[in-house]
Each structure stands twice: as C-alpha cells, then as structure tokens.
C-alpha cells in the first residue's frame, strides 16, 4: 500500500474502529473514483482503497498499522513475546500435533476453539493497551507477536490446510 490506511480511507487512527464506519468511508472513496463520477481514476489509487479497507476490516492487520502510525516497534525487527509465552505455546503445539498426526477431529475441534478463545483475549487486550495513554508500544508489539502465533495455529488447524502453500508474511 502506498499509504497509511487510515489516512487513504479518511479515518481516525484508532483500534476500536467500527466495521461499518470503515465500509462507509471506503464506499465514499470508492464512489469518488468511479469513472463515472471522476473520469479516468488511477488504478493505483482504487487498488490503495481496496488494500486500507482489507487492512483495516482485519483488527490484526488494523493493530499493526495503528501501531506503525504511532512508530511503534515493527514486527520484522522486534519478535520479543510476553513473558513465559513460548514455553506455553510450545507445549500447545506439542499437543496439537499429536492430535493432527492421530486424525484426532475432537482434538482438532478443542484447539481450534482454544485458540478462538485465544484470539479474543489478544483483541481485547491489544485494545485495552491502544487505549492506555499513552499507549505501551513495546507491550502491544509483544502482545502483536504472541496474537500472530495464534493465527498461524489456527491456520494449521484449518482441515483444508496444506502446508506447501503456507503463508508467512
């Protein structure tokens, strides 16, 4: 994306932002670059909407960009975790392989729902930091780091998961 999200869609920099409110404001931009209403519109710039909205409607991609915006610690560079984190999810892991390796579906059905459960607690504490003043940048990137395990855990949960086509992003 050739800019920051919120600034493309016209939005207040926020992590608590609305689904609808981001809809609205992308339909707006977008109506505004119909050829219709503006002529030849740049390509570039209907594909920068399509990027903030996707960016924005993802509260994981929403936190990392708020938190680039803020000139917080970026995830190339920092993969700090909260304490003792690793060594949790370690052990999950250990689990949930067996239970991939056994075809064990009401295993699967656990760890999927106890990383659902995970995922909430990530989103609800990532906003409760935003909302600090001011917000603990280095604690939110620790917190981003852990949220990202989680993800990759559900996404290897997935039945439909092949692993020669993972995404690591």
């Given at each position: 994306m050739t800019g920051d999200p919120f600034a493309v869609l016209g939005l207040s920099p926020g992590?608590?932002?609305?689904?609808?409110?981001?809809?609205?404001?992308?339909l707006r931009k977008a109506a505004a670059l119909h050829p219709d209403a503006a002529g030849e519109a740049s390509s570039e710039q209907a594909a920068d909407l399509n990027r903030a909205r996707a960016a924005l409607a993802d509260s994981e991609r929403r936190a990392e960009a708020l938190l680039r915006r803020l000139g917080g610690p970026e995830k190339e560079r920092d993969k700090s975790l909260p304490t003792g984190f690793l060594m949790e999810i370690m052990e999950v892991r250990e689990q949930v392989e067996a239970a991939l390796a056994e075809a064990d579906e009401p295993g699967r059905a656990h760890w999927r729902a106890w990383a659902l459960d995970q995922r909430s607690e990530y989103e609800r504490r990532i906003s409760e930091l935003f909302r600090a003043g001011p917000p603990p940048l280095t604690e939110i990137r620790k917190t981003l780091n852990a949220w990202r395990y989680v993800e990759r855990l559900l996404e290897q949960l997935d039945p439909e998961y092949d692993p020669a086509k993972?995404?690591?992003?």
């Open positions: 992590f608590d932002l609305d689904r609808q409110a981001i809809e609205r404001a992308y993972r995404d690591f992003e």
